[in-house]
């Protein structure tokens, strides 16, 4: 995915823009050097450890993802290729956050949606959730709304609003979720 190889050119160059060595950064992330080269060659850095990045050289979390500045209150979507924010809501900046979970990385867990004609189950709960779609597109729906993602697209939302994922059209869709609680 070009939005996936965009994030490993944003992080090789904060790396020399901080005057980092692939060699250094692998040791200080504690990541087998071999495995870092090939994260920054191949683009498909897991998110733990792009956060892992932002925290240690205190950057948003989501500019690192995105590529621009970025506030959430409710939820943010961020559109594949198009270098900006869609539905920006004036908040707080997702930074904050990541900084009040500095000592805790947040482990991404990958899911896989079947097509269905079922709604999606609603549900809540505390903390900031964060979905990057790899594979087809999903539905969310969010406060009485339904937001199409497609391949590429992230979204950083409260999920204590009543919300649900569902595959969008007829193949399966992966994404990425994220949450801190």
């Keep these: 995915m070009e939005s996936i190889k965009e994030i490993a050119a944003r992080i090789r160059e904060l790396r ?23 994260y920054e060659q191949n ?10 990045i932002a925290n240690k050289f205190k950057v948003d979390f989501n500019e690192l993802i995105s590529g621009e500045e970025s506030r ?14 869609v539905s920006r809501i004036p908040g707080y900046r997702f930074k904050d956050l990541a900084f009040r979970y500095a000592d805790k990385i947040m482990q991404p867990l990958l899911v896989t949606l079947e097509p269905t004609d079922e709604p999606a189950e609603l549900v809540t709960h505390a903390g900031q959730e964060f979905n990057l779609v790899l594979k087809g597109s999903i539905e969310l729906v969010f406060e009485e709304k339904v937001i199409i993602l497609g391949e590429g697209d992230s979204i950083y939302f409260n999920p204590t609003y009543p919300h649900g994922q569902r595959c969008h059209g007829d193949s399966k869709a992966r994404f990425l979720t994220v949450i801190a609680e």
Excluded at 43 to 52: H, K, L, N, T
């Design 16 to 38: 020399e823009v901080c005057d980092y060595s692939q060699e250094k950064l692998a040791e200080e992330l504690g990541i087998d050097v071999e495995l870092y080269v090939g």
């Design 43 to 52: 683009g498909d850095f897991p998110i733990s450890v792009i956060y892992e």
């Design 72 to 85: 959430i209150n409710t939820y943010q979507v961020v559109r594949r290729g198009q270098g900006k924010t």
